[in-house]
């Protein structure tokens, strides 16, 4: 059973920095896509970073320039380095990862990120 656990979360003031991990169980095979989520109290869960096999990466308008995604010399682990973070960056992210071709994917529990002076 695929599993995906992220870590890193935290409170953190205004114009600071925090990295996530996600490391992912279950699988021997390299996911050929992993991202990042996340989700804000009130709203819709929206995409905040992707890459995929051979690296390209996407960001979202919000958080490009700030934000990083990587993945891990271990397989299967991908992270999350944000910088300036900003009271709206407040949100609980959640790893996703899988195999675009064969449609599968799956998430992980999430991570709190809470941005507040």
């Known amino acids: 059973q695929v599993q995906l656990v992220e870590s890193g979360g935290g409170l953190v003031q205004p114009g600071g920095s925090l990295r996530l991990s996600c490391a992912a169980s279950?699988?021997?095979?390299?996911?050929?896509?992993m991202a990042w989520y996340r989700q804000a109290p009130g709203k819709e869960r929206e995409s905040v970073a992707g890459?995929?096999?051979?690296?390209?990466?996407n960001y979202s308008d919000s958080v490009k320039g700030r934000f990083t995604i990587s993945r891990g010399n271990a397989k299967n682990t991908v992270y999350l380095q944000m910088n300036s973070l900003k009271p709206e960056d407040t949100a609980v992210y959640y790893c996703n990862a899988g195999w675009t071709s064969r449609g599968m994917e799956y998430w992980g529990k999430g991570t709190l990120v809470t941005v507040s002076s």
């Open positions: 890459i995929i096999s051979g690296g390209s990466t």
């Open positions: 279950g699988t021997i095979f390299s996911f050929n896509r």
